[in-house]
């Protein structure tokens, strides 16, 4: 394959597309937050927190898939789209490739989820919906089509919703297993739609794929699997370990809160998911400003939504569900943090993936695991949901701080190296 040819995206265009995927994903937050709404309202504590523990299950199910999608797809699309022959050189090897993925994945995931008592449709149906979205995500990420992304996302959201709705208020249903094939489930339609009315310039051929393309591939995805593993650890220890140690009711009442917190996510997140491939695409180095500005704005805006936050919390909880979900205003501030903190964290990761150094964010994947388990099972034991919830903001802050110190170990290797 040829060298990625540099095209730069102006300024405008990047403003207009990442606030595009913000709106869309600020959207579709609100419309899986009236998911979670519902499911709170009509289930039990316990059935809602078995909803969101086997929601974790299968985001790690996922993760050979998920990472692939998200970030490969993206990132060798981004480098390629204009080049066609080059572009489907590497779509179809990288079709085989992922079908290949989910065939290992369940292979492994059936007889493990079986040993340890956990193997459900639902869970399955999540895994197979995450791996649908997620390579949707990777190609409209790397072609630079924010609209159809943000469809998407909305998309499946709104049949989420919808399906819910008619289920669990119309229907009565009172068991939490038809709300995950629902959830697994919703991401195909809207992508089936897609495709037929604004489809990728993209075939499916099955011919054995390109070695020399697949060992790059690897060799790009291994650090990128191994941070993406390391990250839903980190994403999920505290469901698994609040299950553990609390049991099913208390993760209901701890993943509201969160999901809640969630909405701290969306500027950030329309930001990483526009500045990857743009990066990408220009191969060059000089992003500092970008990477401050971006930053900067982001947390402007989330410092404004942290004070409707926090002034409307209880209110909100009480008057929509329910006083057992309401939580110390503590919980929710170092949820908060943490949100912001990997807000930051993604958008100088995005650079870096973009940049083709996705061992940094393995490095710091790995610490925030470290820091996270190791803070979680001595925390949350003595401060229940507390303990959690200060276990994840350890995590974001640990995560940016060894961004920070690899920059400064670097900075420091390169003057050493002139002085010499």
Same mark, same amino acid.
């Given at each position: 394959?040829?060298?990625?040819v540099?095209?730069?995206m =102006?300024l ?12 869309g994903?600020?959207? $579709?937050?609100?419309?899986g ?25 299968? @985001?790690?199910?996922?993760?050979l ?7 490969v797809?993206a %990132? ?8 066609p ?5 590497? #779509? ?13 994945t369940?292979?492994v995931?059936?007889p &493990? ?12 149906v999540? /895994? ?7 390579g949707?995500?990777g ?17 499946? @959201?709104?049949?989420? #919703? ?5 289920v !669990?208020?119309?229907? %009565?249903?009172t ?10 489930a919703?991401y195909l339609?809207?992508?089936?739609l897609?495709?037929?009315?604004? =489809? /990728?310039?993209?075939r499916?051929?099955? $011919?054995?794929?390109?070695r020399?393309?697949?060992? %790059? ?7 990128i699997?191994?941070?993406?593993? $390391? ?10 370990? +609040? ?10 009442? !701890? $993943?509201?809160?969160?999901?809640l ?5 969306? &500027? ?5 998911t ?13 992003h500092?400003?970008?990477?401050? @500005? ?7 805006? @989330?410092?404004l939504?942290l ?9 909100? +909880? ?6 057992v979900? &309401?939580?110390?205003?503590?919980v929710? #501030? ?18 870096l993936?973009g ?8 490095v710091?994947r790995v610490?925030?695991?470290?820091v ?15 303990g ?12 940016n701080l ?18 010499r």
């Amino acid at each position: 394959m040829s060298q990625p040819v540099s095209v730069r995206m =102006p300024l405008r265009e990047f403003i207009r597309s990442s606030g595009m995927i913000s709106i869309g994903v600020a959207l $579709a937050r609100l419309l899986g937050f009236g998911f979670s709404m519902v499911l709170a309202r009509v289930l039990i504590p316990e059935d809602y927190g078995f909803i969101q523990y086997s929601l974790t299950l299968a @985001n790690f199910v996922a993760l050979l898939t998920i990472p692939f999608g998200q970030h490969v797809l993206a %990132r060798f699309i981004g480098g390629v789209k204009d080049q066609p022959e080059d572009l489907q050189a590497f #779509l179809s090897t990288a079709w085989i490739m992922l079908l290949g993925l989910v065939g290992v994945t369940l292979l492994v995931a059936v007889p &493990v989820l079986a040993l340890i008592g956990r193997l459900n449709l639902g869970v399955i149906v999540v /895994f197979l919906g995450f791996t649908l979205h997620f390579g949707y995500y990777g190609l409209a990420r790397g072609f630079l089509a924010p609209g159809r992304l943000t469809i998407a996302y909305l998309g499946s @959201n709104v049949v989420q #919703l919808i399906a819910i709705v008619l289920v !669990y208020v119309v229907l %009565r249903e009172t068991s939490p297993m038809p709300a995950l094939i629902i959830y697994g489930a919703s991401y195909l339609l809207p992508i089936a739609l897609l495709q037929w009315r604004h =489809p /990728f310039p993209m075939r499916f051929r099955l $011919a054995l794929p390109d070695r020399a393309l697949v060992r %790059r591939v690897l060799k790009y995805a291994a650090p990128i699997w191994a941070s993406h593993v $390391a990250y839903i650890l980190y994403a999920g220890v505290d469901v698994l370990l +609040i299950q553990h140690f609390l049991g099913d009711a208390a993760v209901g009442v !701890y $993943a509201l809160t969160k999901t809640l917190t969630m909405l701290l996510s969306f &500027v950030p997140t329309g930001i990483s998911t526009v500045l990857l491939p743009r990066i990408a695409a220009e191969q060059r180095g000089g992003h500092l400003p970008l990477v401050r @500005n971006t930053i900067l704005a982001s947390l402007g805006v @989330n410092a404004l939504v942290l004070v409707v936050m926090v002034i409307g919390y209880q209110p909100f +909880i009480r008057l929509v569900f329910d006083e057992v979900y &309401v939580v110390p205003l503590i919980v929710l #501030l170092l949820l908060a943090l943490s949100e912001i903190a990997f807000g930051v964290h993604g958008i100088v990761t995005a650079v870096l993936l973009g940049s083709d150094q996705p061992q940094w964010e393995t490095v710091s994947r790995v610490v925030v695991v470290i820091v996270s388990v190791l803070a979680g099972v001595i925390l949350i034991p003595r401060w229940g949901l507390t303990g959690a919830a200060l276990m994840m903001a350890l995590g974001g802050v640990a995560a940016n701080l060894t961004y920070l110190s690899l920059w400064l170990l670097k900075d420091t290797r390169h003057a050493v190296v002139h002085v010499r």
